[in-house]
């Protein structure tokens, strides 16, 4: 079982960076395929990026890609999504997930922490 705390969000001005971390917690952490996910108002969640077992691998949603950079530190058991060029339109609650293989559909993730905000204002 795998335990998950998002942190880093906050409200940012458009066009500013943010590094969301998440904190694993378990010794399988390093066995997991990780995924972020957000959700905006009024909006279902949607993937953004995930991250396969060893970091080797990673994809994005295009709305994000050239923008955002998934990673992961499995010595530290920590995830992190960096985010660069922030637009208003990124504007949600960002969630961080694991499964044991690569997805992209958040149905199909095991666990979830419990998000962190990010606002980004015009």
């Known amino acids: 079982q795998v335990q998950l705390v998002e942190s880093g969000g906050g409200l940012v001005q458009a066009g500013a960076s943010l590094r969301l971390s998440c904190a694993a917690s378990?010794?399988?952490?390093?066995?997991?395929?990780m995924g972020w996910f957000r959700q905006g108002p009024g909006k279902e969640r949607e993937f953004a990026a995930a991250i396969n077992w060893s970091g080797g691998i990673t994809w994005y949603a295009d709305s994000v890609k050239g923008r955002f950079t998934i990673f992961r530190d499995n010595a530290k058991n920590m995830l992190y999504l960096q985010m660069n060029s922030l637009k208003p339109e990124d504007t949600a609650v960002y969630y961080c997930?694991?499964?044991?293989?690569?997805?992209?559909?958040?149905?199909?993730?095991?666990?979830w922490g419990q998000g962190t905000q990010v606002t980004v204002s015009s």
């Open positions: 997930a694991a499964r044991k293989t690569y997805s992209t559909r958040d149905q199909e993730y095991d666990y």
């Open positions: 378990g010794r399988a952490f390093g066995t997991y395929a």
